[in-house]
């Protein structure tokens, strides 16, 4: 059995316009790599952090990507010690799911050194720690697509159920990540506590339709679906432009588009990856002509979550 691994695990979109801290996918890119080489001791040191411009802490049991292994080893019962480095790829509070991508890196690599004493879907509740430390709440729709690839959906936090929902072929995601930073905790603060039942039964009709659009593959019915009355008016005022950005991603043929995750990111569906070009660089432009720059990062669902690099 190998000492060493270097894992890829990919950033995630969540919520997906009305699926508030229930629905989340992965993409191909981008991701965050991390490499865990066994130690002679139980100690797990970080050794080093590229990527973060020296924002993330190097003690281990603070940082989202060694907090998951820590929880991971006491629950399987080891004693084995782990030096980590973690390189991000990228930008931290973006609504990426930057932690999540660490979280599940870490101790999807851990688990993998030790001989698979666990299932990967078993390694979720411990990825979600990552998270408590990362904003303060063990969500898990990034760190359940980032784990288990593919559109995932959370029915139920308490007991823990999640369901891997099946997804077009054709349906691509465009990300737009303009270059200011949200910390997700404040996002999550701003939110409104309480809705009334008008507000629930429509946005419970476009969950619904959601999950009816993408496992048919109806990709109206998709785009139809991407209507949030929870927390899209509440957070789009913490994203400049949020509103003309989503209305060139509709002028250009998205199917739909929201926030990602606690934002700034803006995500929007298309049908083809052509179309996805059109519509993210249409997005990027909205921001581009007010100065400030973007990352546009264009990707089918990634269906597999994890890779093992080396
Ligand atoms: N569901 C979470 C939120 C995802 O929107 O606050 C952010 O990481």
Redesign the pocket.
Known sequence: MSDSIKIFAPATV??VSCG??IF?LAVDQPGDEVILRKRNDDQIVITKITGDQGKLTYDSRKNTVTVPIIEFLRTIESNQGFDVELHKQMPLGS?L?S??ASSVAGVFAANQLLGLPLSVSELLPFSMEG?RVA?G?A?A??VAPALLGGFVVIRSYDPLDFIKINTPRELYVSIVHPDIEVN?KD??HILRQEAGIKIIIAQMGNVAGMIAGLMTSDYELIGRSMVDHL?EPK?AILIPYFNEVKEAALQNGALGASIS??GPSIFAFSKGKEQAEIVGKSMSAVFNKAGIETNLFVSGINQNGPKIID
């Open positions: 969540a919520n508030f801290d989340g609504g799911g932690s999540s998270e904003c709440a969500h729709d990034n997700t996002a999550r927390i957070r995750g606690a």
